[in-house]
């Protein structure tokens, strides 16, 4: 019965890539035989061909290792300075929202700015933070690059898991709450039997949309500080080297979304382990 | 719970508001001191990190022309890419949500596709329609707002209570019923919920899209020379203007929420 | 097996199975309810009895077995909207009003707006509701709510009333004076009633006949006639009459084995 349903579950990908195959280069195909310009002209450097790209990936680059070799650095070192932030961008956001939770007073205080943080393109700071932690002198010197990225990956992924896990914490029960005082329960074991639990939905929804965020964060960080290191450098790079061979970018996205999803599913499988909930009822 | 027959509960009193506002007034105005002095006096943060209040205002006020005319550029390709994305992304959740095989299956994929870096993507568009195009930073905005809002629709539109569905089955209803008279109108908060969500990406994809290049005057291209200049006061004053744009389309959508959907409980009890 | 004169519902050797033979949900059921009856069916948890309902009103289909509706096979039945159908949750609409909601079945129905706008007003009076119109349901308590949904499934007339446990998340108190209207209805529209419950003594109370089910898989144990006085009054929950009839009602359910049943989840696509 299981082996049924992963076989269809395969059988389904397969159907998905290869019609998304068909969509593009049926496009591409449709498109340069009529020769249309709306919305923007086709050939084989606005688009090229799938086989291209996936070909230019066992070709050389500059730096003398394979392209697909170059981009896997690139990604891993994205994906550290990335996870870095991310995961202390995910404690301290915890930790505030903990506190938040108990705090009243505190909370309306901060929460409405917090709450502001998630309709503002913080994003938009990246260049800034990136460019002036450059200058900016710790031990005797700049921090390392990866550093610097980190940063970015940390506040995006701070708000959201603070306002999360503060609605979290609150979310819990009051009939729950009423039966932890039954038991004579006192604060911390509430907090970690009670209302962790009911908040860890919450958080996991925070810390999906951050994972995501944490990889473009890095990305755009690298790119606007022209760090060279990661996929924002290699975006840079085969940006200005476009015209003479497109499909290099083009690779170099499909690294980037590899890693935005490997950094999704990652968290999509830490939260089918810790969380146990109901599954999701469709109709 | 409201009891039988009642009206929403009755207006808070204004020391009960003022109460609820007052931490947040405060934390605003020591934020503002920290700013202006805390910061830059006592624990001597640098110009480059982040400048004086009272310079970002000064860059503000001197700049305005350049920034308000970089703001409207920004906020016609934002609101141009939200529109399209989302239009594009509930039509396909509507389609999706009639021929269920294919949405169901479908789902994983879009959810997959959501985790991309789509804002990678921009040299790309600059590619396709020109590096000082509009068009560029709203494809890059659309698909930014096209696949939140296609997953939130599907689920707002698949999420009815079965017995809603039998009950319209007892009506002899067809499906084209069953989507006009339950699964449309009861997917609306989520639809809002997903708006609300896909106008902060918009302003990003509009904003950060032209890190990658745009038109000398857009907002993103002001931050970007301003700090290759060093004129941070001046980059910071354009994150400023960002940030309003991006609360005031957030309010709009809000806003129009709240009016659409004040049969809803929750909007209905706030709304004393 | 022809549907003997005045039978409103004639179900024959009806058999259900779920999932690929895996839960037999009832087996060989053969009743006959005739014109303005009040029916109820009793039984322990996963008996089938809901299953049973939803057959009739042609929701779940049949794996064996005929049923006939109003002398007409069950999906025509529905299709021409023989039976008005209430759940144990109101399944009222939030962005509907109450009149709104009552009119839901009207509007599908074709009928024109003042002879829906009649209507309404005649069925808020039938529920005692009238004020209500403008209410929406999360306003309302939940004995108001399905009082609303009663005279929503009544609001187009229909010959038969299938009710599944609709008081069950009610207190006591509302309980039995939402008992005592709807016999007061029952009288007033001359309706035929099938009314599935877990409880004995409303069972007995609103019944002209009790239909006791047998634990999974679901057959008619034993029919329990019920020859209270009519009108039923508060009174009549005082008879000694009342007494021996639950008594026996309650007998003929231990007799099936039903404390002995263990409590299995439903099978998938089967309701309890």
Redesign the interface.
Known sequence: MAFRRILSRALVFVVVLGGLWAVWEGYKWLWERTGWSKPFRVDDLTLPHVHSILLQLGKPTSTGDDLWLYLLHSALFTARAAAVGFLFGAAVGFALGVVLAHFDVLRRGVMPYVVASQTIPILALAPIVVRGLGSVSIGGGPPPDWARVAVIAAYLTFFPVTVNTMRGLLSADPWALELMHSYAARGWTTLWKLRVPSALPYIFTALKIAATASVVGAIIGEQTASISNGLGGAILNFNQYYVLEPTDLWATNLFAAMLGIGFFLVVLVAEKVIVHRAPERLV | MSGPGSTPSPSRSLGERIREWLPAVVVFGLGLVAWQWLLPDVLGVEDFLLPRFSDVLGALVDEHHLLLRGAWITLKEAVGGFVLGSGAAIVVALVLARWRPFGDALMPYMIAANAIPIIAFAPITNAWFGILSPWSKVTIAAVLCFFPVLVNTLRGLTSVDPESIELMRSYAASERDVFRRVRIPSSLPYVFSALKVASVLAMIGAVVGDYFGGSLEALGIVVLSAVNLSRYATSWAAILVASIMGIAFYATIAGIERYTLSWHPSVARRAS | MSASEGSVVSIAGLTKVFGNGGVTALQEIDLEIERGEFVSMIGPSGCGKSTLL?IV???VEPTEGDVTVNGKPARRA????D???V?Q?P?L????TVAKNIA??LE??GWDRAKRAARVREMLELVELT??EK??P????G??QQRVSIARALSFSPALLLMDEPFGALDEMTRERLNLELLRIWAETGSTVIFVTHSISEAVFLSTRVVVMSPRPGRVASVVQVDLAQPRTAATREEPRFFELVTEVRESLHATGADEVEETLPAEGEIA
């Open positions: 939803r009103g042609d929701i529905r299709l021409d909207r039976y008005g159908i759940f949750a399944v609409y939030d962005w509907r839901l079945p599908m129905g004020g209500f209410h929406h999360w306003q309302l308590s004995g108001m």
